[in-house]
């Protein structure tokens, strides 16, 4: 049985003190949350203050991204040592919006996740494709070559620590959802691709979150898909209330 994983995105929202309001709000929602991992991703600005509210709880922190240099003259750029220090497990990496407007590539993705894996966090690799590329009938290929991208040179053990966002471009706050079929059938594609990469034992182990648009109204059609193992969530992880919601339907499956 693989955990559902409900991570939030917070992207470029929220100034430091309304963080650590935000992280403490979550805090106290999911107290009883059992069986659902629950993952928040402030700023790099705001990460080492949500650090000590989440510390000793049962929600994890993740940053939005990390270069893969261990220092440096990298001006803007922080360090997986940095990220590490404050307790952070999960580090997003590969999401559209660094892929479309900051020149994220397969190969900096894989660099990421590589530096990522090395001292011992957690990548959420995000993939997805444009719509274009959807209506043109290169989904597969996109998916496909994305993922033999960021995996390339990882092992299989490596392989397992890792999780998958699949996050339709075309979603991503748009407030268009992919249906429980559209996400599910490419999920399901998604794995087969890691399948033939690692084999059935990796392929079915490791969890595929789906992005784009999940709300407290359809994370539970979303979640109760076979190959949907959590959600990364947007805008409706700004709001506690709305957060706990998709988490209370992953806790509920
Ligand atoms: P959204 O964002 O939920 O606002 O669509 C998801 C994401 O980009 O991770």
Same mark, same amino acid.
Request: glycine share 8%; proline share 2%; aromatic share 6%.
């Given at each position: 049985?693989?955990?559902?994983?409900?991570?939030?995105?917070?992207?470029?929202?929220?100034?430091?003190?309304?963080?650590?309001?935000?992280?403490?709000?979550?805090?106290?929602?999911?107290?009883?949350?059992?069986?659902?991992?629950?993952?928040?991703?402030?700023?790099?600005?705001?990460?080492?203050?949500?650090?000590?509210?989440?510390?000793?709880?049962?929600?994890?922190?993740?940053?939005?991204?990390?270069?893969?240099?261990?220092?440096?003259?990298?001006? @803007?750029?922080?360090?997986?040592?940095?990220?590490?220090?404050?307790?952070?497990?999960?580090?997003?990496?590969?999401?559209?919006?660094?892929?479309?407007?900051?020149?994220?590539?397969?190969?900096?993705?894989?660099?990421?996740?590589?530096?990522?894996?090395?001292?011992?966090?957690?990548?959420?690799?995000?993939?997805?494709?444009?719509?274009?590329?959807?209506?043109?009938?290169?989904?597969?290929?996109?998916?496909?070559?994305?993922?033999?991208?960021?995996?390339?040179?990882?092992?299989?053990?490596?392989?397992?620590?890792?999780?998958?966002?699949?996050?339709?471009?075309?979603?991503?706050?748009?407030?268009?959802?992919?249906?429980?079929?559209?996400?599910?059938?490419?999920?399901?594609?998604?794995?087969?691709?890691?399948?033939?990469?690692? @084999?059935?034992?990796?392929?079915?182990?490791?969890?595929?979150?789906?992005? @784009?648009?999940?709300?407290?109204?359809?994370?539970?059609?979303?979640?109760?898909?076979?190959?949907?193992?959590?959600?990364?969530?947007?805008?409706?992880?700004?709001?506690?209330?709305?957060?706990?919601?998709?988490?209370?339907?992953?806790?509920?499956?």
């Amino acid at each position: 049985m693989r955990q559902y994983i409900i991570a939030g995105n917070w992207k470029m929202n929220k100034t430091v003190s309304e963080s650590v309001i935000l992280a403490k709000q979550i805090v106290d929602a999911v107290k009883d949350i059992k069986n659902t991992e629950v993952v928040i991703a402030p700023t790099f600005l705001a990460a080492a203050k949500v650090a000590d509210v989440v510390k000793g709880t049962n929600v994890k922190l993740a940053v939005q991204d990390v270069h893969w240099k261990d220092q440096g003259a990298f001006t @803007g750029k922080v360090s997986i040592d940095m990220v590490k220090e404050i307790g952070a497990e999960y580090v997003i990496i590969g999401h559209s919006e660094q892929r479309q407007y900051f020149h994220e590539t397969e190969e900096s993705v894989n660099l990421k996740v590589k530096k990522t894996l090395s001292a011992g966090l957690k990548p959420i690799i995000c993939i997805g494709e444009t719509l274009e590329q959807r209506n043109g009938g290169i989904l597969e290929s996109v998916l496909t070559t994305q993922i033999e991208g960021a995996y390339k040179d990882l092992s299989a053990d490596e392989a397992l620590k890792t999780v998958i966002a699949y996050e339709p471009v075309w979603a991503i706050g748009t407030g268009v959802v992919a249906t429980d079929e559209q996400a599910q059938d490419t999920q399901a594609f998604v794995r087969s691709v890691m399948k033939n990469i690692y @084999g059935e034992s990796v392929s079915e182990a490791v969890r595929i979150q789906y992005g @784009g648009s999940m709300k407290p109204d359809n994370a539970k059609g979303l979640l109760a898909q076979k190959d949907i193992d959590g959600g990364l969530i947007g805008g409706a992880a700004l709001k506690s209330d709305s957060f706990f919601a998709i988490i209370a339907a992953a806790e509920a499956q």
